[in-house]
């Protein structure tokens, strides 16, 4: 009787999971094998979308241009969120409160509203007499600027909070013995937070392959295709080409790499 209400417990989530994410996915595997403008009867079209997605070149530089917003928006935040966590960590006073509420500002804002800033700021007429997110050759870059910008709190917060379950006396035997402040971080902090720099890498990997709003409100995924990315390639297929079966073929896809990357970060987390 208790095993039964255990799961009773867990129904109405269960329910919400299949209605909300199931549901849908299930719906948009099934529009990704026919060709569809979203009105009328959808016409079966097999593995033609799936074939079409491969030669298409445009598929395959929104991927590129994924990389890199891995590179701004897991890589460098955990880099950079790991020293500043450790230094603030050590950092006493009001100080310190200030700057952790700084960094993680950014967090708290939703991002159409930050994103909308920055176009205004970036934007020649208001901000910046440089054009940068009208410059195919610097609008990824300036893209990335703004995501470590707008990801950096994230991590702060996580390795904050592991820093907080160290134990102190390593740091101060360590400091006994002579070592130096990025010695013992080298040594003893950066394989104590082990377990947080694996949920904040995977985390923030996972957001970068499907960000989609600061794209949407800086740069449409222009200038020439220059922040494309699939999950907005995906949107433009599907709203404005009208194109549903590709569109859902591209969101398939993007969904299934997904799922491969977090099996391959809970693997390596499991290694010792």
């Given at each position: 009787?208790?095993?039964?209400?255990?799961w009773?417990?867990?129904?109405?989530?269960?329910?919400?999971?299949?209605?909300?994410?199931?549901?849908?996915?299930?719906?948009?595997?099934?529009?990704?094998?026919?060709?569809?403008?979203?009105?009328?009867?959808?016409?079966?079209?097999?593995?033609?979308?799936?074939?079409?997605?491969?030669?298409?070149?445009?598929?395959?530089?929104?991927?590129?241009?994924?990389?890199?917003?891995?590179?701004?928006?897991?890589?460098?935040?955990t880099?950079?969120?790991?020293?500043?966590?450790a230094?603030?960590?050590?950092l006493?006073?009001?100080?310190?409160?200030?700057?952790?509420?700084?960094?993680?500002?950014?967090?708290?804002?939703?991002?159409?509203?930050?994103?909308?800033?920055?176009?205004?700021?970036?934007?020649?007429?208001?901000?910046?007499?440089?054009?940068?997110?009208?410059?195919?050759?610097?609008?990824?870059?300036t893209?990335?600027?703004?995501?470590?910008?707008?990801?950096?709190?994230?991590?702060?917060?996580?390795?904050?909070?592991?820093?907080?379950?160290?134990?102190?006396?390593?740091?101060?035997?360590?400091?006994?013995?002579?070592?130096?402040?990025?010695?013992?971080?080298w040594?003893?902090?950066?394989?104590?937070?082990?377990?947080?720099?694996?949920?904040?890498?995977?985390?923030?990997?996972?957001?970068?392959?499907?960000?989609?709003?600061?794209?949407?409100?800086?740069?449409?995924?222009?200038?020439?295709?220059?922040?494309?990315?699939?999950?907005?390639?995906?949107?433009?297929?599907?709203?404005?080409k009208?194109?549903?079966?590709?569109?859902?073929?591209?969101?398939?896809?993007?969904?299934?790499?997904?799922v491969?990357?977090?099996?391959?970060?809970?693997?390596?987390?499991?290694?010792?």
């Open positions: 009787m208790a095993t039964r209400r255990w009773l417990y867990l129904l109405p989530s269960l329910v919400l999971f299949a209605v909300v994410i199931v549901g849908p996915f299930l719906m948009n595997i099934a529009a990704s094998f026919t060709k569809w403008s979203g009105v009328g009867t959808p016409r079966w079209a097999g593995l033609d979308n799936y074939a079409r997605l491969l030669e298409d070149e445009r598929f395959w530089a929104s991927f590129q241009n994924n990389v890199a917003l891995i590179l701004a928006m897991a890589v460098v935040p880099v950079l969120g790991l020293v500043l966590a230094v603030l960590f050590d006493r006073g009001r100080s310190s409160v200030v700057l952790r509420a700084l960094y993680y500002l950014p967090q708290v804002l939703p991002v159409a509203v930050a994103g909308v800033v920055w176009r205004w700021m970036l934007h020649p007429e208001h901000g910046l007499k440089v054009d940068w997110l009208g410059n195919p050759d610097t609008a990824l870059a893209v990335m600027a703004v995501m470590v910008w707008f990801q950096l709190g994230y991590p702060l917060v996580i390795f904050m909070a592991g820093l907080g379950r160290i134990d102190p006396a390593l740091g101060e035997a360590a400091s006994i013995d002579g070592a130096g402040w990025w010695r013992r971080f040594n003893i902090t950066l394989p104590q937070l082990r377990p947080e720099i694996f949920v904040v890498l995977a985390t923030c990997t996972i957001a970068a392959l499907k960000v989609f709003g600061p794209i949407f409100v800086l740069t449409r995924g222009g200038p020439s295709d220059a922040t494309l990315v699939p999950s907005y390639f995906s949107y433009l297929n599907f709203f404005t009208l194109d549903v079966g590709y569109g859902s073929a591209i969101a398939t896809v993007l969904a299934l790499v997904i491969v990357v977090t099996a391959l970060f809970l693997r390596a987390q499991e290694r010792p």
